[in-house]
């Protein structure tokens, strides 16, 4: 309860009151969307009492998050407030496509499209309590977090080539290359997605979407103990953002992605606040075009031998690079140079703020102050 305002938790005490003993779909019965949206709570727990979806809703998959997600979106939007809790979700079964090709990308929980071209549907989907800090204790091991919601992958379906916890669907209509994106408005925090070891499971795939705003937000991409192994299949995006040809912006803050293999995929309209990354296999990727821009402020990557490809880059300008620990292995040797190898040019499409990049796993030690700082003042 920690986040909610006053206000807020006032509507939903009234709320789950009103529906104690009703249906789920049942709810806002008389509620005109266009005065006030929806807000439902989902639980994990299996007391209806407890909230509007969980896993008492009918024939859910996903403890009643989808059937949330479905609800509010049919009625033009809302929010989501997801209850503390671990939310196990059977990654054998059920994917749902998010293209047409249900063999490419396919996600457990998607966020469905708006009917129209020029209709945009507001969503935001929140935990109630805090992300799991990561950077905490986190150098070289994995501390698994034990609070806030927990999004948990059991199984393992590679019958797609990129199954992702949650994802954005793409609309069937809209023009070629580009298409025209999901007319979302998405909103999403305080969730940590968790899939299993050296599974196939990307975390986010937001790649439809027009406008996603990710903050407070993280992707626990391998098993929680010891040293983490190199994440080992190409799926394993943390965080895949809307890419070139997506019209609205995208910003992160607060993101911590541990242990994945494809690193981070921005747009082309990516803001990046403060991100930690912890082992990532081919690093983080940023693409821009013309001369939209890209802005990172502050990226602290712990294991990323790869590091920051700006191939797709035509002006950058780095501000500040601040390697925190001297680097000692080949993989951190090339990676810090290949930060260094940035020649300075003239401010354009990319800017970094800082980069700071900290020792191999299992071996060096440092504080844990950096993100937070750079949280607590964002
Ligand atoms: C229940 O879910 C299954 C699997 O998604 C689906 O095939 C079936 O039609 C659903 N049943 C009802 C009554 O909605
Ligand atoms: C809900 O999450 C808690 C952890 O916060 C867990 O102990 C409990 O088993 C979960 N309940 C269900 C029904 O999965
Ligand atoms: C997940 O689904 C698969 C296929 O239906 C089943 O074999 C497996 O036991 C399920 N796992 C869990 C943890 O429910
Ligand atoms: C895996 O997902 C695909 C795509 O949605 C689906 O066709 C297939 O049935 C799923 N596999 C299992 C074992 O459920
Ligand atoms: C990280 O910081 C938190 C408080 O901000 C502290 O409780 C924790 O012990 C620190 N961890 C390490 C390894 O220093
Ligand atoms: C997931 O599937 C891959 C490919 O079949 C396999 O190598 C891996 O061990 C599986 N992981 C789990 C957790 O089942
Ligand atoms: C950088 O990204 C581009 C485009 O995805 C790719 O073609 C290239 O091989 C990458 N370079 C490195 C060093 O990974
Ligand atoms: C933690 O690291 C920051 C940045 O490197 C440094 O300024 C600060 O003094 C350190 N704090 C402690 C307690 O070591």
Redesign the pocket.
Known sequence: MTKWSKELFSIFLLISIWNGVTLAFQKFPHTPAATRLPLVVVTNSTNPSEGDFGPFTFNTSTYGIQEAIDFVFHNGGGRIILKNGIY?L?G??NLLPLDSSSTDRAALIRIPYPKSDFQYVPLTIEGEGNVWNYQEGNLGTTKPPTDGVIIQV??NNTSVKKPAVIGIQMPPYGGSTYGFRNQVILSLGYITVRVPANSYWGAYDLYYGTSVDVHHAAADMDAPTADIPEPLFPSMIALQLPEVGSYGPSIVNGFFAVGYYGGILTSSHASLRAIFIQSCKNGFLTETNANHQNYIADLLIQWCPIGINMSHVQYYYIASYDAEQTVTSPAQKSWQKHINDIEFSAPGSVVIGHAHAVGSPGKLTTNNSTLLNIISSS
Do not use: C, D, F, R
Request: charged fraction near 15%; hydrophobic fraction near 15%; proline fraction near 0%.
């Open positions: 196990k059977n054998s079964t059991v199984g």
